[in-house]
């Protein structure tokens, strides 16, 4: 099943009391490019999700997670990981519903050219990462570093960072986030 992403931020929005002028005071993204990603007439980046999301606020995890059953799995088939990305960027979690999590894990693949986006996201936590194919620059603060396989990275996710691929093959890393809250 394909979430309608626009439909799902509507919602939320409205669940929350939100009208969109105030949800674009919030976070500095136009109105009218949420009414459009409301109506589905735009995608929006992975990083530009995660802005109006922190405007709520609600994480990528638990915007993706509609729905998901609150019981304990153990394991996880290849195709039993939630796909929270979108765009030139896959993000396949481990695990549908992170509330009693303290930690989020992530199968992530980025497109040639892929990022994700502009402006820097930022959230709550600490993140980490390994490299096992391709090449991913990756900008946290003032640093900026490309990594190709095998090469990892930990930060304090309250410095703002940026992913992009700047390979020609798609890159693919593991991660993970504590608490969730990407």
């Known amino acids: 099943m394909t979430l309608d992403i626009g439909k799902r931020l509507k919602d939320i929005r409205q669940e929350r009391g939100l009208s969109q002028r105030e949800l674009a005071k919030r976070t500095g993204v136009a109105n009218a490019s949420i009414s459009q990603i409301e109506s589905n007439r735009i995608n929006p980046t992975v990083g530009a999700l995660k802005r109006i999301?922190?405007?709520?606020?609600?994480?990528?995890?638990?915007?993706?997670?509609?729905?998901?059953q609150d019981t304990e799995q153990i394991f996880?088939?290849?195709?039993?990981?939630?796909?929270?990305?979108?765009?030139?960027?896959?993000?396949r979690q481990v695990g549908a519903?992170?509330?009693n999590n303290a930690i989020q894990f992530l199968h992530e693949k980025y497109r040639p050219g892929a990022s994700t986006g502009k402006t820097a996201l930022t959230h709550a936590g600490e993140e980490c990462g390994m490299v096992l194919k391709g090449r991913l620059q990756v900008e946290v603060g003032?640093?900026?570093k490309i990594l190709g396989p095998g090469d990892a990275y930990y930060f304090d996710s309250h410095k703002p960072h940026k992913f992009k691929n700047i390979g020609q093959e798609e890159c693919e890393l593991v991660s993970a986030c504590t608490p969730p809250t990407f």
């Open 97 to 99: 519903s992170l509330k």
């Open 142 to 144: 003032e640093e900026k």
């Open 76 to 91: 996880f088939a290849a195709e039993e990981l939630v796909e929270i990305g979108d765009g030139g960027i896959s993000f």
């Open 53 to 68: 999301l922190d405007g709520i606020p609600v994480s990528l995890a638990e915007f993706f997670d509609e729905g998901a």
